[in-house]
């Protein structure tokens, strides 16, 4: 083969050659980077907040015509409502450290019944030998003012947060929670107190007499 030949013959396959790999590094180009297996979060980035369900929830209208109306303790401090599904709210303090009492009102029909939500509630307990709590929930039914009542009564660890309150979870041991659902004109009100087993104590009779106080609308 002469020089002149094989350098053709060179230049030939250094051309196919440049056009294979040019076509393999654009092929490459035009392939989307392959996602992650997992994405962590940063070490110490903050957790993503997720948006309050009660803010999607329909502002409940509250008028002379269906608002029930009580009397707190004295010693209960009375605090902002944490949304507009809280009518009110109390700071509660005790030995055991303080308590909360809150009053939801959703609106008009709705809520759920007094024994449905009882055993909601008991549900956020959990008993020591892994039993369930509505076992051991005591509930009284009576009338206070002409407003049907039912009173609930139940502990041990409680879990709060969560889907209604927009906040994470928290487990906490030796809980107890008093309630109270009240029939009002055109649906229940809740009366919610939770709090370390020795500060509702010291405040169960408080409790009682602030159900007792509820009056229907004027």
Request: proline share 10%; hydrophobic share 40%; with cysteine.
């Amino acid at each position: 083969m002469t020089s002149r030949k094989l350098a053709l013959l060179l230049a030939a396959f250094a051309v196919v050659a440049a056009v294979a790999c040019g076509n393999q590094q654009q092929t490459a180009e035009q392939q989307p980077a392959a996602a992650p297996a997992t994405e962590e979060m940063p070490a110490g980035h903050p957790p993503v907040q997720q948006p309050d369900p009660t803010s999607m929830m329909p502002t409940p209208v509250v008028t002379q015509a269906n608002v029930l109306s009580w009397t707190a303790p004295g010693d209960w401090t009375q605090e902002p409502p944490a949304n507009a599904m809280r009518q009110s709210q109390y700071r509660i303090p005790g030995s055991g450290g303080d308590g909360e009492c809150v009053v939801y009102y959703f609106g008009a029909g709705q809520g759920g019944g007094p024994m449905a939500n009882a055993e909601r509630w008991a549900g956020q307990f959990t008993q020591p030998d892994g039993s369930p709590s509505i076992e051991v929930m005591e509930t009284e039914e009576f009338v206070t003012n002409g407003l049907d009542t039912l009173l609930i009564k139940v502990s041990g660890t409680y879990s709060s947060g969560g889907m209604m309150t927009g906040a994470p979870a928290q487990t906490m041991p030796g809980y107890k929670l008093l309630g109270a659902v009240v029939e009002g004109p055109d649906s229940n009100w809740f009366f919610k107190f939770t709090g370390p087993a020795a500060t509702v104590d010291e405040n169960a009779e408080a409790f009682r007499t602030l159900v007792d106080s509820v009056q229907p609308p004027a």
